[in-house]
Structure formats: structure tokens, C-alpha cells
């Protein structure tokens, strides 16, 4: 199975910051990679599909990037709606595979 | 506008069974690839299903292989999930989702269902 390592699992920014955060998968995974948002106690949101496209109706204030293992996502400008935790995915090969989640808190 | 309606949780003792529905709604269902992702309390996404868009293929990840079955029946727009011989460690909110271009990749997204099992 391919593993997804999100690191750190929880980071502090404040309004306004531009924020990255990292997915690394245990083997290459092409362009396969999905980013999603979730909010506490709701469905996660699809953010962003091979790696660097953004789902239709997602503001352009995020946007990722990268192939083989390594990929980011950023944020350009936190609002304080994008307080959530966010999770990436490999559609690459099955079993479909999340990583553990960042949770972007405001400090 | 896509909507994924699901139903069917509740409490479940342990090595029991519980089926799951997802209704949708907002595109034509029968062109698509939908999917089961689940949430225990307080933890990750896990991803469980994927049905192909006529039913042909089925994938699951391994804790769930031989004891779930994902279905579909694509003349009232619904996704099911056959969930048997259930475990403390199937505790999880279920979430249907849609898949989109390639069905692998996930679009939308349902509200979830939660799914207890506890004697």
C-alpha cells in the first residue's frame, strides 16, 4: 500500500499568512493526488484533483503542486474560514490512501 | 447541483450487519464511479469502496474485504453498503462519495452516516 505522510500534523498561522503544507507518498504516484478540506463536524470539501487543479467553485487563493512523491499545498492569503484540517489522497493505485491530516489552527 | 443523501446508521451489536443507502441526485448517476469513505471518532479519512459506474468493478480496502459489499442500482440512483460481521473498529462516520475523472478521483461529497458498534 502506498503510504501518505503529512507533516506536521497541526501548524499555527494567523490571517493573512501564506500557508504550505506537505504531502509526501512512500512511492512515486505520478500526478495522482487529491487535497481536501474539513471543517469540524461536516463532510470533507474536495479542494484540488491531480495535483494541481482546482475543483470547480474553489477560490483561486489555493493551489498545489507537485509529482512522483512529493506535493504542496498552499494557501495564498488565510481567511478565517480556511481554519480546517486538510488531508491529502492518492488515487494512483488501490487501496486509495489518505495522509493523517494537518490541522491549520489560527494562533 | 450534486447531492449525496445518506442513511442507515445507527447502533449495531458487535458481529452484526448494517446496510447502508446514498441517494443521489444532481448529475446522471449511471455515468460515474461512487465511492464509501469512513471517519472513526476523532481520527483520519479512510477510504473503503470504490463501485464502477455499471457495477462491474469493485474495489475495497483489505480490513473490509469479505465482510462489506459495495453495490449500486442505477435505476433509483442509489449506493449501498452491505456491511457484515462488525467490529468495535468499524465505529466510524460513513461518507458516500461521488467519483469523478478518473472514477479513482473523489468530486463530491455526502454528509456522512454514523455507524456504532457496541453491545
Known amino acids: 500500500d502506498i503510504q501518505m505522510t503529512q507533516s506536521p500534523s497541526s501548524l499555527s498561522a494567523s490571517v493573512g499568512d501564506r500557508v504550505t503544507i506537505t504531502c509526501r507518498a512512500s512511492?512515486?504516484?505520478?500526478?495522482?493526488l487529491a487535497w481536501f478540506q474539513q471543517k469540524p463536524g461536516k463532510a470533507p470539501k474536495s479542494l484540488i484533483y491531480?495535483?494541481?487543479n482546482l475543483q470547480s467553485g474553489v477560490p483561486s487563493k489555493f493551489s498545489g503542486s507537485g509529482s512522483g512523491t512529493d506535493f504542496t499545498l498552499t494557501i495564498s492569503s488565510l481567511q478565517p474560514e480556511d481554519f480546517a484540517t486538510y488531508y491529502c489522497?492518492?488515487?494512483?493505485?488501490?487501496?486509495?490512501?489518505f495522509g493523517g491530516g494537518i490541522k491549520v489552527e489560527i494562533k | 447541483q450534486v447531492q449525496l443523501v445518506e442513511s442507515g446508521g445507527g447502533v449495531v451489536q458487535p458481529g452484526g450487519s448494517l446496510r447502508l443507502s446514498c441517494a443521489a441526485s444532481g448529475f446522471t448517476f449511471s455515468n460515474y464511479g461512487m465511492h464509501w469513505v469512513r471517519q472513526a471518532p476523532g481520527k483520519g479519512l479512510e477510504w473503503v469502496a470504490l463501485i464502477s459506474h455499471d457495477g462491474s468493478n469493485k474495489y475495497y480496502v483489505d480490513s473490509v474485504k469479505g465482510r462489506f459489499t459495495i453495490s449500486r442500482d442505477n435505476s433509483k440512483n442509489t449506493l449501498y453498503l452491505q456491511m457484515n460481521s462488525l467490529s468495535a473498529e468499524d465505529t466510524a462516520v460513513y461518507y458516500c462519495a461521488k467519483g469523478g475523472h478518473p472514477p479513482q478521483y473523489i468530486d463530491y461529497w455526502g454528509q456522512g452516516t454514523l455507524v456504532t458498534v457496541s453491545s
Open positions: 491531480a495535483a494541481s
Open positions: 512511492q512515486g504516484i505520478s500526478n495522482y
Open positions: 489522497q492518492q488515487y494512483n493505485s488501490y487501496p486509495l490512501t
